[in-house]
């Protein structure tokens, strides 16, 4: 029984352990892709914008 709850508990920690590592790699993620468009012209970011529109068939002009 003792086996078992160590185990249970073992398993927690791990999936508590992944869920840190997502959620961390989200944030950071999410900071480059915030720190790369703040720190880049308006015109780099109207052609990612233009050029991926474009990308997926979707008329912007």
Do not use: E, W
């Amino acid at each position: 029984m003792a086996q078992t709850k160590a185990a249970d508990h073992t398993a927690v920690v791990q999936i508590r352990a992944t869920q840190v590592v997502q959620a961390s790699l989200a944030a950071l993620l999410g900071i480059a892709l915030f720190v790369g468009v703040a720190l880049s012209s308006p015109t780099a970011v109207h052609n990612a914008a233009h050029d991926s529109r474009h990308g997926i068939s979707v008329p912007c002009h």
